[in-house]
């Protein structure tokens, strides 16, 4: 399997792998989890157990695999409760981090340009330089030729069919499963993302509010990349439309209703 994570990731696993399996598998699951649960609680307390159980299937999915669906999902989380919060500097570091898997945060990237402002803007450019800078001091300048080779690589298995399809969440997956050429899959894949992210513009366009524009950017985010895994739906936890009700988390503007 090619290794398609920015270098930061790879400075980040590198870091578990000093650890014997079983605990790091222990703190990068079980951490996860219990982060990703105390966020959700303090982002909708009445909410958060239903939006959990709609997400079971893949959480279990995460759990079997030893799979990043509980810190993809944990940033997110944070990423909206302090854009909720009106904390901008913090929700700028979360969204910085997340670029560790940056296809699933294109949408909630062009909400945080639009409404999110300069401060939040600038962290998060801040956070992913420096995680790039560290990533590639500690590595060596060798790792980006090699992450761009695995980006290829991983391209080259996507088209041939590689992959296992049954477990992947895009329409390409869904049309090549059923036969369709790889050719008409990624233009249909690549009708999906920009209509997704037509949607958050329009969104944006007609200002709906924060918490509406952040369940959107996030669920449409998933249909955007070809490349996508059963684990990858626990990220949808916090983004559920009622996850994030007006009475628990307070949205930054309130100029229009959508």
Known sequence: MPWTYPPQMGLFTQALSLLPVGLGYALFTGLGLAALLWTLFRLAPQTAAPALM????????????????????????????????????????????????????????????????AVMVATAI????????LATWALGAEIWPAFLQSVRDSSTFLKAGAYP???????HALLSSMGVSS?????????????SLGLIALALLRRWRLDNLLALSGTAGLAVSPY???????????????????????????????
């Open 54 to 117: 709609l997400t079971l299937p893949a959480s279990l999915m995460n759990i079997r695999a030893g799979q990043n669906g509980f810190l993809i999902a944990l940033l997110f989380a944070l990423t909206f409760l302090f854009l909720l919060r009106q904390r901008r500097l913090a929700a700028g570091v979360s969204l910085g981090l997340l670029a560790v898997k940056p296809h699933l945060g294109l949408g909630l990237g062009l909400v945080a340009l639009v409404r999110g402002g």
């Open 126 to 133: 801040v956070v992913l330089a420096l995680s790039l800078g």
């Open 183 to 195: 050719g008409i899959s990624f233009l249909v894949q690549s009708v999906m993302a920009l209509v």
């Open 165 to 171: 399809m049954e477990r992947m969440i895009s329409i």
């Open 228 to 258: 996508g895994y059963d684990y990858d739906l626990v990220a949808l936890t916090p983004r559920w439309r009622w996850a994030c009700p007006r009475s628990h988390v307070k949205p930054a503007a309130r100029s229009a209703p959508s």
